[in-house]
């Protein structure tokens, strides 16, 4: 086995408090994804919108990464091929655990992009709508987070990854979320052994070849352990 891809989801970031997305006391449980996680809410309110993610940015920079961030900087660093992490989240807790491979397909808390020039840069931990961009300085800023409707970042080279991986793992995602979800299928198609890891299955639980149940700071360390052992 040489290439490992591994998608990981909102569910391994759960145990240090930063809500899933369906959670029912999370953040997003109080506000309508239509008004701050889509392009046409941020034209509506951008007010709004900023003040989630300053919200979500500060509780961010104060999560630790857990057992299972861990387990993959180590499966990273000491597996003989190679590991790539595509992660939905927008924490940045898989590189503060010491993965170096990581790829933002819905971009990050971190990040600042000017909706004018595109020119993106780090993100303050308060933004706000009238922010001027330090390129253009035009008004524009807005989080550097792919929002519904907009095209994931770096879809071709994932897909790429997708059809040479040996196996695919996908970590505490509910499988609802295209294009995303898709990857098992994706994978499964050009050969990839399969592997979910979550709290429960997930909508698309009958594409993966094998499972197993339980928190991800349990199940992910000790499927790195197994993993390492072969
Ligand atoms: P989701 O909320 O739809 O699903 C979370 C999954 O994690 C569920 O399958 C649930 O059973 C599982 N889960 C919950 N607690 C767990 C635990 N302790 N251990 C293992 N699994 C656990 O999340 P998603 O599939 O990532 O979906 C969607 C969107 O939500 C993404 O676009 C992502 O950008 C966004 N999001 C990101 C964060 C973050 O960055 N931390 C947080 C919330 C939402």
Same mark, same amino acid.
């Given at each position: 086995?040489?290439?490992? $891809? &591994? ?7 759960? %145990? ?45 920079? %104060? /999560? ?11 499966? %990273?660093?000491?597996?003989?091929? %190679? ?6 989240? $927008? ?11 990581? &790829? ?21 931990? &308060?933004?706000? !709508? ?12 807005? !989080?550097?987070? &792919? ?16 059809? /040479? ?53 349990? $199940? ?11």
């Amino acid at each position: 086995m040489e290439k490992i $891809v &591994v998608l990981t989801g909102a569910g391994i970031s759960a %145990e240090n408090g930063l809500g899933t997305f369906r959670d029912e006391e999370g953040l997003w449980a109080q506000h309508r994804i239509e008004d701050v996680a889509t392009p046409e809410g941020f034209a509506a309110n951008p007010q709004l919108v900023h003040d989630f993610y300053n919200a979500r940015r500060a509780q961010a920079v %104060e /999560a630790s990464p857990n057992a299972a961030h861990q387990a993959l900087a180590r499966l %990273e660093a000491e597996f003989s091929g %190679e590991v790539l992490i595509v992660t939905q989240n $927008v924490d940045n807790l898989h590189e503060a655990a010491g993965s170096k491979a990581v &790829v933002h397909m819905h971009g990050a808390l971190s990040g600042a992009l000017c909706a004018a020039c595109d020119h993106r840069w780090p993100a303050p931990l &308060v933004m706000a !709508p009238n922010d001027p961009c330090p390129a253009c300085n035009q008004p524009a800023t807005r !989080p550097d987070i &792919v929002w519904f409707g907009e095209m994931p970042y770096g879809m071709e080279a994932i897909w790429d990854q997708l059809r /040479a991986a040996d196996l695919f793992v996908a970590i505490g995602t509910s499988g609802n979320v295209y294009p995303a979800a898709a990857f098992v299928q994706d994978a499964a198609r050009y050969g990839a052994d399969t592997v979910e890891l979550n709290l429960e299955p997930s909508a698309t639980i009958s594409d993966f070849a094998d499972a197993r149940f339980g928190k991800a700071s349990d $199940v992910v360390s000790a499927w790195v352990e197994e993993v390492l052992a072969q």
